[in-house]
T-cell receptor, first 111, second 113 residues
Framework: KQEVTQIPAALSVPEGENLVLNCSFTDSAIYNLQWFRQDPGKGLTSLLLIQSSQREQTSGRLNASLDKSSGRSTLYIAASQPGDSATYLCAAVYGGFKTIFGAGTRLFVKA | GAGVSQSPSNKVTEKGKDVELRCDPISGHTALYWYRQSLGQGLEFLIYFQGNSAPDKSGLPSDRFSAERTGGSVSTLTIQRTQQEDSAVYLC???FGQGYGYTFGSGTRLTVV
């Protein structure tokens, strides 16, 4: 069964701290992996997309890595800010557009 | 348009009524997806459309749910005889296709009373 797990489910950190969010997927035959941010009551905002042939992608203070063989991806957030507080979801995309979403990590950055 | 547009943003309906939710994808995106997110839950796949191919309806929870996509663009998700358990945020996303990322709309919050 194809599953995506995100750890931790929730995380609270002080402002300025660097942090890592984890995403693991049981079926390594992914086409790509995408990280999203969701603010309360809002839709999903795409952060980073990593193709299966890539190892990492960077955007500003965000860096996402992908290790297909171990079925893992991490989202690294540098110098966290209160505005980073949101739920972060990862999604593993397989052939035929089948996409499995993780349940998300709820991040709270304290000022 | 610049993004995926969903309407209405909020809908309150009485149990047993039918509702229609609309999604306008990004122009040129051939793939369109509907997801459902219940309070505190993850995303539940409902249906996806790819070009002129038959849609993948495998995620629709019951035959009260249906969706269509006219002219390869706008999509409508219809829920007949709504039940309280249908209350959720319904999210639409579109994509250029496999290998490209998703762009989500802001969702429709459906409340069945």
């Amino acid at each position: 069964k194809q599953e995506v797990t995100q750890i931790p489910a929730a995380l609270s950190v002080p402002e300025g701290e660097n942090l890592v969010l984890n995403c693991s997927f049981t079926d390594s035959a992914i086409y790509n992996l995408q990280w999203f941010r969701q603010d309360p009551g809002k839709g999903l905002t795409s952060l980073l997309l990593i193709q299966s042939s890539q190892r990492e992608q960077t955007s500003g203070r965000l860096n996402a890595s992908l290790d297909k063989s171990s079925g893992r991806s991490t989202l690294y957030i540098a110098a966290s800010q209160p505005g980073d507080s949101a739920t972060y979801l990862c999604a593993a995309v397989y052939g035929g557009f089948k996409t499995i979403f993780g349940a998300g990590t709820r991040l709270f950055v304290k000022a | 348009g610049a993004g995926v547009s969903q309407s209405p943003s909020n809908k309150v309906t009485e149990k047993g009524k039918d509702v229609e939710l609309r999604c306008d994808p990004i122009s040129g995106h051939t793939a369109l997806y509907w997801y459902r997110q219940s309070l505190g839950q993850g995303l539940e796949f409902l249906i996806y459309f790819q070009g002129n191919s038959a849609p993948d309806k495998s995620g629709l929870p019951s035959d009260r749910f249906s969706a269509e996509r006219t002219g390869g663009s706008v999509s409508t998700l219809t829920i007949q005889r709504t039940q309280q358990e249908d209350s959720a945020v319904y999210l639409c996303a579109s994509s250029f296709g496999q290998g490209y990322g998703y762009t989500f709309g802001s969702g429709t919050r459906l409340t069945v009373v």
